[in-house]
């Protein structure tokens, strides 16, 4: 039988693979054979998801991404030990609810450190001379909020606005060394992110919310089957695109 997301073979880096979308596409991309290199700053919860990957081969690594001049360093040892990368995921990210009048330039540089910095480092590294293997794919993680505009969330969608351009400008200036570059931007899914989010609601705020996602809110395993697709051959001739995965919220 064939299977085109088949991934046997390939070894693929997952930040925030802790939690969230994170951690079930790590969960994912084992089960399609993937070895996976689980990152994240909960050395408890990173065992957790180590202990219920699919396959072997798997390792765990306690990084803080806010050091992101130190990522491609890092990088570079991972390697070493795991063998050159296939994929890399960037799942990591902070999400702050933060009227206009309030924010203040560390809640800015708070947000954008993990989901943009982190990300350009990220990618920096991981295209050092043996870090990653030809023909190989990024993926980052956007937002919906990156693409419409939502009240209280102004850092947190420009860091998500600021991916989806950070992918287009990768896309074009990596295509040469066969590296591909895409994002996926998820409406409102039903992680812990995500229901920390509906509980600063009220119930009335969050039906509404949930209407707007036409097929009601997403789960972890919704975004991560998109992951994994942008990973494997199926999307060996898409680079540079954002992929929506909100339920019909960007369809208004």
């Not at 939690?19 to 994240?40: F, M, N």
């Not at 450190?113 to 990220?122: E, P, Q």
């Not at 419409?148 to 400008?169: D, E, M, P, V």
Request: hydrophobic share 40%; glycine share 12%.
């Amino acid at each position: 039988m064939i299977n085109p997301m088949d991934l046997t073979g390939r070894t693929i880096l997952v930040t925030g693979a802790s939690s969230g979308i994170g951690r079930e596409t790590a969960r994912l991309i084992s089960q399609l054979g993937a070895r996976v290199v689980l990152v994240g700053r909960n050395e408890e919860r990173l065992t957790g998801t180590l202990q219920s990957l699919d396959g072997g081969g798997h390792r765990a690594e306690r990084f803080d991404l806010s050091s992101a001049d130190e990522i491609p360093r890092w990088l570079k040892s991972v390697s070493a030990s795991s063998g050159p990368l296939h994929g890399l995921v960037h799942s990591a990210g902070i999400i702050k609810l933060c009227p206009l009048r309030v924010s203040t330039s560390q809640t800015v540089e708070d947000v954008m450190g993990i989901n943009v910095k982190a990300a350009i480092g990220l990618a920096r590294g991981f295209c050092q001379k043996n870090v990653r293997t030809a023909n190989s794919s990024i993926v980052f993680l956007s937002s919906v909020t990156g693409l419409t505009g939502q009240a209280g969330l102004s850092a947190y969608a420009a860091s998500k606005g600021a991916i989806i351009a950070l992918t287009k400008a990768l896309a074009v200036e990596l295509a040469g060394e066969r590296i591909r570059v895409n994002c996926v931007s998820p409406g409102l899914v039903t992680t812990e992110m995500g229901q920390g989010q509906l509980s600063l609601l009220t119930p009335e705020q969050g039906a509404a919310l949930e209407a707007m996602h036409l097929l009601g809110f997403g789960s972890a395993r919704d975004v991560s089957c998109a992951i994994a697709f942008l990973l494997a051959e199926t999307a060996r001739w898409i680079t540079g695109t954002t992929l929506v995965v909100d339920g019909g919220y960007t369809a208004h």
